[in-house]
Structures are given as C-alpha cells and as structure tokens.
C-alpha cells in the first residue's frame, strides 16, 4: 500500500519525512488552510511525488504554483470542474480529484470525471474542505463503482489501524492505491511525528 503524508510545512521536517520514503508528500496551497504553504519544498528524491493541494483554485493560480515547485501533480479539493481536470492533465500534471463524503455518497457523481483525472480521493466530509481530522463511514465504499485507482484520506492515524487493516481486506478497497495522512500525525499545525509514520508506514506495508 502506497502512502502520501500530507500537509508538510517546515523544511527540516519535509526532510525528516523525505526520509522516510513515503510515496507521495503533500503541500497546501489553500491560504484559509493553517498549513498553508508559502516557502521553498527543498529538493527531494525524485521517486517521492510532489503534490500540490487546491481548493477552488484558478487554472492560473495552479498552473503557476505547479511551475514555481515542479510538482508532480494537484489535489483538487472544492467543486473544480472536469474542463480543469483536463486542462490540468494537459499540463502533464496527476490529477487527484477530492470526493468528501459523510454517511453516503452519490457515485453517479464521479462519472463526469472518469476521463480526466488519475486518481479519486475520498476524504471526510466536515467543517473545512479537509483536513477535518476524522473519518468517514468507508463501508460507503462498497458501492464504488469505477476501476480508478483511489486514495483513502480523512482522520487516518494510528488508532485507525485495526479498521484500516480489515478494511483493506474488503472487495471494495482493491482500487485502493494510497492512504494518504495529515492532521492525525501532528505534533503541532503542520509538523509530523517522524516516529509515529515510521510505525504506521511499516505496519501498513507489512
Ligand atoms: O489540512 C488542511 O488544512 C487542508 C485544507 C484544505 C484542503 C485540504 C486539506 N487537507 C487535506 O485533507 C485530507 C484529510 O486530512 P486529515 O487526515 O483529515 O487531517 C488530506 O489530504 C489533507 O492533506
């Protein structure tokens, strides 16, 4: 199971995570966001993917911050539509389109998008358009109808890890690509306990 840990801040700790080899590092260009991120990702190992975290962004807006960091893809989080999906695509970028769900969800919703984004992910329904620090009912899921790989995100931590592991074995969490984690492994807004992903990176790879 890939991983993507998300939020990252300040350049030491992008550094410590870096180590860790996670799959994927997230940073969020949302400026209402406490992790909002306004510095430089130091240079990291090419295999680490570089993904920037949008809601309701300007194609222009994206496609400058994609070119100022050399990102390797976005995280569409608001109500972007598949005609930016594509333009974005275009600019040879991953797409991941951001579906927040609580207790249901409409997966006719996804068609529209089927065609322009790589990945979906789905992620907890509250307050802020992410990093809500919970989870969703993801037995949702079982009526995932589409063979796009997927990200599985939303208050992940640790004490999930029993759930996530049975939830793993389900028919449904196939097309389960990456688990993608932020809030739940903080130490403060932003900073990420290097120990705390080294445990949860080998127990979900195990
Ligand atoms: O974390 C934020 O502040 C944030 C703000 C706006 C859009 C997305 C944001 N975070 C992303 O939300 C998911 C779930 O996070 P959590 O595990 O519930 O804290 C994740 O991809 C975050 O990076």
Redesign the pocket.
Known sequence: MKL?V??MKTKDNILNVAKLNPDFM?F?F?K?????FNSVIPELPEHIKKIG???DATYDYIKGIVQKHQLHGV?L?GNESPELCKQLQDLNCTVIK?FSIKDSFDFNTLEPYEDVCDFY?F??K?K????????FDWTVLKNYSSIKPF?L?????LNELNKLLSFLKRPEAVFCHSL???????TN?GLKNIEKLKEFKSLIQT
């Open positions: 993507k998300c939020g997230g969020i949302y209402n966001s406490p992790r909002y975290v949008f809601v995280q989080h951001v992910l992620d907890t509250g802020h358009p992410g990093g809500n620090g919970f989870t990200f995100s939303g208050g992940i931590g993608d984690v932020n809030s739940k492994f903080e807004l």
